[in-house]
């Protein structure tokens, strides 16, 4: 169903469940980490989402919006973070990794990039460079007409308007701290091994379809 048809009403967000069992990731990321992360950080944001939509519905009824620059910003926040995380948890699959881009994807992707060696070169130095907790985040940019690797450092904050996430890595400590203590860099060579590449196709081809004029024009 096309979710412009079903809206979620507003506050009534929920945690969408994992689309494997806590084990699935494992050897690469730990039952233990996939279960914290999910059911804590993940169930964080979409309650921090809840809420902020709430607060923002109850200052439109009473016309008072003393706290809005404050429920705006955690509207942002959450809003990002229960985003972002859900295509985090779809964009990895038991056994999908162990390859390359397909099709259409691939196509993109050597056209974007030079080859999938470069991408992929690309994508885990600017993941590893994130400064401080983010997101490397592969997206469509529907005005430029292609794919590009961004680093998104506060995630409420996306680094270029238009941007369509396809791709995600969390990069967060809590994504990796109890297996790869102080080592990001293992964990995204690990995360390597779990990327759904059926599932980065299909949104590709999705949101290849949206088109907007060339910025400059």
């Not at 985040?137 to 794919?147: D, E, K």
């Amino acid at each position: 169903m096309n979710p412009i048809d079903c809206p979620v009403p507003i506050g009534r967000h929920q945690l969408p469940p994992l689309p494997y069992s806590y084990r699935a990731l494992e050897p690469y990321i730990p039952s233990q980490i996939v279960r914290i992360h999910h059911d804590i950080h993940h169930r964080g944001y979409v309650n921090g989402l809840n809420t902020a939509e709430q607060k923002l519905a109850e200052a439109r009824r009473d016309g008072d919006f003393s706290l809005v620059r404050h429920w705006e910003r955690e509207l942002a926040y959450n809003g990002s973070g229960h985003f972002l995380h859900t295509l985090y948890w779809l964009n990895m699959c038991p056994g999908e990794g162990r390859g390359a881009a397909q099709g259409d994807l691939a196509a993109q992707l050597e056209k974007d990039f030079g080859s999938f060696t470069a991408f992929r070169e690309q994508f885990t130095a600017a993941s590893n460079k994130v400064a401080g907790n983010g997101w490397g985040v592969l997206v469509w940019q529907a005005p430029f007409g292609r794919l590009e690797i961004l680093q998104a450092e506060r995630h409420e904050n996306m680094t270029q308007w238009g941007a369509i996430p396809v791709l995600t890595v969390d990069v967060w400590e809590h994504a990796y701290y109890l297996e790869y203590p102080a080592s990001r860099s293992d964990y995204i060579e690990a995360w390597w091994n779990l990327v759904n590449w059926r599932d980065v196709g299909r949104r590709f081809l999705k949101v290849r379809a949206w088109k907007l004029p060339p910025c400059g024009c």
